[in-house]
């Protein structure tokens, strides 16, 4: 990560209120639970999920 990008994104962030980053954030959220809703996972989304559930469940 470059100190250039930490500055610029906290720039950024200085244009919006607490509330209107809450508002942001909801509606991202949001948007991302209808796409999630779409997904069809495969036989190989499932051994891929399952395999990184089993590795993090080993620590």
Known sequence: MK???????LNFRRKFSK????ELNRAVEAREMEK?????????????????????SEF
């Open 3 to 9: 100190e250039a990008d930490v500055v610029a994104f």
């Open 19 to 22: 509330r209107e980053w809450h």
């Open 36 to 56: 999630a809703d779409k997904i069809e996972l495969d036989d190989l989304d499932l051994e891929i999920i399952l395999s990184k559930l089993n590795v993090l």
